[in-house]
Nanobody
Framework: QVQLVESGGGLVQAGGSLRLSCAASTRAFGVYTMAWFRQAPGKERELVAAITSGGSTNYADSVKGRFTISRDNEKNTVFLQMNSLKPEDTAVYYC????????????????WGQGTQVTVSS
């Protein structure tokens, strides 16, 4: 069982930055692929970014060049640095993990955090 706890959400103006963190409660953190999803009101949950145990990354087209995912295996933490934020980035952001390569499907991730709200004002 892996517990994930997100932090770092909040309210920011368009063009601003936020850094999300997700702390995992597993000693085997290094073997997990870690991902950030988001869900806006009335929309399906979508993959934002993912990073494998080997450091390979994947980003949604909508955030490429603005968001950066990284991980610190010694601290069992994954980060999402979000720059040049837009109002359409407003959503609840969720951390998720799985023991295989990244996937865009939410059903492929057995472990989820509780989510953190990100609101970008125009």
């Amino acid at each position: 069982q892996v517990q994930l706890v997100e932090s770092g959400g909040g309210l920011v103006q368009a063009g601003g930055s936020l850094r999300l963190s997700c702390a995992a409660s597993t000693r085997a953190f290094g073997v997990y692929t870690m991902a950030w999803f988001r869900q806006a009101p009335g929309k399906e949950r979508e993959l934002v970014a993912a990073i494998t145990s080997g450091g390979s990354t994947n980003y949604a087209d909508s955030v490429k060049g603005r968001f950066t995912i990284s991980r610190d295996n010694e601290k069992n933490t994954v980060f999402l640095q979000m720059n040049s934020l837009k109002p359409e980035d407003t959503a609840v952001y969720y951390c998720a993990s799985r023991q295989y390569f990244w996937s865009t499907l939410t059903t492929h991730y057995p472990y989820w955090g509780q989510g953190t709200q990100v609101t970008v004002s125009s």
